[in-house]
């Protein structure tokens, strides 16, 4: 097996667009996520978070801090995750877990005043709810319908 590389979660700069806009996702996975290039615009409150390996974008998500996240949360210091993907052609090489597990830590560091992470997975998307659940984010029970169905709200709490 070959050795797992160095992973950073980084703030989004200019430098990473060439690698993020190369990101391919499949015809499947366009529809739980959305490509980087997509979010070349981003409103009040949202924060593009690069995962690095090797200074190279292998993934990428938001961090939203907005109205957004009071449909899943009460808690106002709760962020949003939003939007994680993996390129295509560095799947499977456990990046997302990674980029994933140092979450906690980067938003401890980051944004102090958070103290919880939600999320929303489509119920149809078993691998992200497998990871999810895996790096400690646990379901709610509630669920929500989304764009292409049933959607299951989950949380992390950051002490």
Do not use: W
Request: net charge neutral; with cysteine.
């Amino acid at each position: 097996m070959e050795k797992l590389k160095k992973v950073e979660l980084k703030h989004f700069s200019s430098e990473y667009m060439q690698g993020l806009n190369a990101f391919v996702l499949t015809e499947e996975q366009k529809q739980f996520s959305a490509l980087p290039s997509n979010f070349e615009e981003i409103n009040e409150g949202q924060h593009r978070i690069v995962i690095l390996s090797e200074n190279t974008p292998v993934g990428f998500f938001l961090l939203n801090a907005n109205e957004r996240v009071k449909k899943y949360s009460t808690n106002r210091n709760a962020m949003l995750l939003s939007a994680l993907s993996i390129n295509h052609t560095e799947q499977g090489k456990g990046y997302a877990k990674q980029g994933m597990t140092l979450l906690v830590e980067f938003v401890k560091a980051e944004f102090p005043n958070c103290d919880e992470i939600v999320l929303v997975v489509d119920k149809a998307n078993i691998p992200a709810q497998k990871l999810y659940v895996k790096v400690g984010f646990e379901d709610t029970n509630e669920r929500l319908i989304g764009r292409i169905g049933e959607e299951i709200i989950m949380r992390q709490f950051i002490k």
